[in-house]
């Protein structure tokens, strides 16, 4: 039946579709690429509940993949692959009520619909370009339409990003303390939220304050100008606040509603050059000031103290008020924030540092760095934090800076603290870079000469680029040695680290049944129980396999996954986490000699031929058993060749009757001339007429198909196949080779399709912090992705990595690895680590035997709380010079034994060395990384 192109409505009230689902595909592909081809700030996306669009994948015959869907939202190049489903439904209309506020329908005439908070992009909603948006629509209506700006983020390296979350305000009307909810683009001007303001109340501009109303009291008034609201450090869902200039409800200029004066900031710096002066009066009195001039246009408002007497001005504060137990409001999931940045507040080297007059370091010119603004903005809130006392502080100006120089922490998602920590110190040093012209200097090999002579190199030229505060105070330098595991040359470097990140060795064992098949056909599948570490790796289950079924040294297994009767991946990758492998997974085995695994792997389907129908795609859901995988020789691409391969795998089956051989030799006289085969994309058989002769050794009629089981053509024993890395054939079995194999091997072995393993119900057992010091310090290979380049061999090799620690930095952080990724699956790991507070001694782990002192004591520590789905971060800290911790939790902050501190929610660990008393009294300097 032929659908007019205008459309006609369904009883769903749905538009019907012009075209099929495969043609419907191509469409929004096209358009989507189109899109992608002129990307640009303003350019208009749309939200789709994920709920909805993959009933329409489902529809138009793209794969259900929520795996790669949890990755990334909307993934075009899912879109030239698959085909529809006949038994896929046609979806309903357009339908967005599950990720919306209030419960909005499609008939609202709101024109600012909000969605649901902390949705996940990929998880809850996909975005989908403007074209693609509408022709959906032509097709479904529904809705409401969700419209979503591109804006371009970051000061330095611009990305395009899709304000999924615009900024949303509450606006108090001081006149008669009304509530309305403004909703605008972090990007749009101040100038912009007045208009937005006054249209909204019927109110003149010029006759109109509004100010910051943060925490629901006047922090600072807003003046019309081109500063965008992220740059005036405007938050997500906080108040505005509107009054009059004329009216019962003014306020004189200065002046808050209630008539009490206000500390007004200049929003409008100096072109010339900023003043950090005035800042917060110190419970010792002190405010003093002092100048650094900047680069022109900087955005940083004044508000820093300058200390003059430095650190004794700090330690008379500590004693007045207690300086450093300062809170910090959570902005909206800042909780990650302000765990690692109250461990850096409390870093002594640091405090002292910032409390000190420092503007003659803050470089304006390093390209690399914020100009000076992420210093001085941290410098500031480290300021307050160690002047306010007991009152908890709103690190808005500090989250903005954050904001707009690394964008991947903007909006208020959860992110990870180790992260933040990481660009913090590296955007520190850079802003704080005495050197202002970086020199080039081409790095040189080791060559066989001393470790000291090269370590020593090393870090000159670190230093001759990189000089600051952190680099002084945080850094250290670690050995890296590579060895070519083809021409054993070794390759010796020297880098600096600024942080150890630590992996978590498990002691909670898992039982893995694997069933182990010859691809050689030297003999029966043999199932294999064994014992692995839960949060071990692919590489640790191959060598427990190798051991249990005695694998000889010439011999080699290869993982795979089973799905649906097919090889759903290859676990090829030896650092792949066993986490990965979910309970209800197939893991299977191949075990081949080393000298036949080639390139091209052989695949090998079975399916039980349903006599009653001839359309494959309906009989194709009668593949049974485990797949084969065998490997070809580069000469070994004919016909002929693959069925003798497949027929050497298949002999171990074989049953061994006189009655089976007399049915197989009638068989066999019968020949094969209903045989059909297909190819994939990235194979190709040569297209010739060629005679099918039924093979002498293989009963079955050789399919050649791709992983998808699509359609066929003829293979006969001459027919060439081209290279490729995998080569997939179909067995159709029938109850004539049924009687002439053994099937059962290929399906009843009952731990092939039971779980493929369970988890010892025992208790982790506690690891010590020198433990997983020892992990990080193991030798182990490159990943295949990791490849280096043999200056040997001319060839990437995945060589053999080994790290040793050469040199320790006064401040040494410790990030215990709890979060592992996988391919496909996230996981948390859990287990206590027995971390000393006092008296930590990393001698024996120090290469460099240079007479300093290697014993460190605990000073903070950066806690998670839950898993990966939500979670919360908190933070102990010891004040400089005391024996007493606290605990701060965001706003809230309080004193905590030391004997409380030590919990399997600990994240990250902050040590610094404690010097002895003979090398104080030499006046040794702070700086442990003289190299002479």
């Known amino acids: 039946m032929t659908i007019p192109d205008s459309g006609f409505m369904m009883e769903n009230g749905a538009s019907c579709l012009p075209c099929t689902p495969e043609e419907e595909k191509k469409i929004v592909s096209d358009l989507r690429n189109e899109s992608e081809l002129n990307l640009k700030e303003g350019n208009l996306y749309f939200v789709i509940s994920s709920r909805w669009f993959r009933r329409w994948e489902k529809y138009v015959g793209i794969e259900a993949d929520e795996n790669s869907l949890g990755n990334q939202s909307y993934d075009p190049q899912r879109l030239n692959g698959g085909v529809a489903s006949a038994a896929a439904e046609r979806p309903g209309p357009i339908d967005n009520s599950d990720i919306i506020l209030n419960g909005i329908d499609c008939d609202s005439n709101e024109k600012e619909i909000q969605i649901r908070k902390s949705l996940q992009e990929g998880q809850d909603y996909v975005l989908v370009p403007q074209a693609v948006w509408e022709k959906l629509y032509e097709w479904y209506k529904g809705g409401p339409a969700l419209p979503r700006k591109m804006i371009l983020q970051g000061t330095f390296k611009k990305n395009f990003d899709v304000e999924v979350y615009p900024l949303c305000l509450t606006l108090i009307d001081s006149r008669d303390e009304s509530q309305s909810v403004i909703i605008l683009s972090k990007k749009a001007s101040v100038t912009e939220l007045f208009q937005k303001v006054c249209e909204l109340k019927g109110v003149e501009q010029d006759k109109v304050r509004i100010w910051d109303y943060f925490n629901k009291r006047n922090n600072k008034q807003l003046h019309v100008s081109k500063k965008t609201l992220e740059e005036s450090d405007l938050m997500m869902d906080q108040h505005i606040r509107l009054e ?62 300058d200390m003059d007497d430095g650190f004794d001005a700090y330690n008379s504060v500590r004693k007045a008020e207690k300086g450093g137990l300062a809170g910090l409001q959570n902005l909206g999931n800042t909780c990650f924030m302000n765990s690692a940045l109250q461990c850096l507040l409390h870093t002594p080297p ?140 070794i390759s010796i470097t020297f880098d600096p680290f600024m942080y150890l990140s630590l992996p978590l060795p498990s002691t909670i064992t898992r039982t893995m049944t694997v ?130 391969a497949v027929s050497k795998v298949l002999l171990p089956f074989k049953r061994t009757s006189k009655a089976h051989i007399g049915k197989e030799n009638s068989f066999l006289s019968d020949g094969l001339d209903d045989g059909q085969c297909s190819i994939s994309d990235d194979q190709s058989v040569e297209n010739s007429e060629l005679e099918g002769t039924p093979s002498m050794d293989l009963s079955f009629p050789l399919l050649l198909t791709d992983d998808r089981l699509i359609s066929f053509k003829d293979l006969n024993k001459d027919t060439v196949i081209k290279s490729g890395k995998i080569i997939t054939v179909v067995l159709d079995w029938t109850e004539t080779e049924k009687e002439l194999y053994d099937a059962s091997y290929l399906k009843d072995i009952p731990e092939v399709h039971k779980a493929g393993f369970t988890a010892k119900k025992t208790r982790q057992e506690a690891i010590s912090l020198s433990s997983c010091l020892d992990a990080f310090l193991m030798e182990e290979p490159l990943g295949p992705d990791d490849m280096w380049y043999c200056p040997g061999c001319k060839e990437h090799r995945q060589a053999i ?132």
């Open 801 to 932: 990595k080994k790290l040793d620690l050469w040199m320790l930095p006064e401040i040494i952080v410790f990030h215990l690895k709890r979060f592992t990724y996988g391919r496909y699956i996230k996981n948390k790991i859990d287990t206590f680590v027995n971390f000393p507070i006092h008296n930590l001694d990393l001698s024996k782990y120090v290469m460099n035997k240079d007479g300093q002192s290697y014993v460190y004591e605990l000073y903070a520590i950066s806690n998670h709380y839950g898993g990966l789905g939500g979670g919360h971060y908190t933070a102990y800290a010891k004040l400089v010079d005391e024996n007493t911790w606290y605990h701060f939790d965001d706003s809230h902050v309080s004193s905590v034994n030391e004997a409380e501190i030590k919990t399997s929610a600990a994240y990250l660990l902050f040590y610094k060395r404690v010097r002895s008393e003979s090398k104080m009294e030499t006046g040794e300097a702070s700086n442990s990384h003289s190299i002479s």
């Open 350 to 489: 640091l405090v002292e540092y910032f409390l000190k007059d420092y503007s003659d370091e803050i470089n304006t010119v390093n390209p690399l760095g914020m100009h000076g603004e992420l210093a001085l903005a941290f410098g500031e809130l480290l300021r307050k934090s160690w002047s306010s006392g007991r009152t908890a502080i709103a690190p808005r100006p500090f989250k903005g800076k954050l904001s707009r120089f690394a964008p991947q922490f903007s909006g208020y998602n959860q992110h990870d603290s180790q992260e933040l920590l990481a660009f913090l110190l590296d955007g520190l040093h850079e802003d704080l870079n005495r050197v202002r012209q970086k020199p080039y200097i081409e790095m040189k090999d080791s060559d066989g000469r001393p470790d000291e002579e090269v370590a020593a190199e090393c870090w000159r030229n670190h230093k001759a680029r990189n000089d600051s505060v952190i680099v002084d105070v945080c850094q250290g330098q670690y050995k890296s040695t590579l060895v070519c595991p083809v021409c054993n040359k």
């Open 515 to 644: 069933t182990v098949f010859y691809g050689d056909g030297n003999g029966l599948p043999m199932p294999y129980t064994v014992s692995v570490l839960k949060n071990g790796f692919c590489k640790d289950l191959l060598l427990a396999l190798s051991t249990a079924c005695c694998l000889k040294s010439d011999e080699k297994l290869l993982l795979a996954e089973v799905y649906d009767n097919k090889i759903y991946r290859y676990l090829e990758t030896p650092l792949e986490p066993l986490v990965s492998i979910k309970d209800d997974e197939h893991i299977v085995a191949f075990r081949f000699q080393k000298k036949v695994m080639g390139e091209t792997k052989l695949v090998i389907y079975h399916r039980w031929q349903d006599k009653s129908t001839s359309d494959f795609l309906k009989s194709g859901k009668q593949l049974f058993g485990t797949p084969l995988v065998t490997y070809l020789g580069e000469d070994q691409r004919t016909g002929a060749d693959i069925e003798a």
């Open 244 to 305: 009059l200039i004329d009216g019962q409800h003014s306020s004189r200029l200065g002046m808050d509603s209630t008539g009490n004066e206000l500390a007004l900031v200049s929003l409008e710096p100096s072109r010339s050059s900023l003043t950090i002066a005035g800042g917060p009066a110190l419970s010792n009195g002190h405010s003093s000031g002092y100048r650094s001039n900047l680069y022109p246009g900087s955005s940083l408002s004044s508000g820093l103290t």
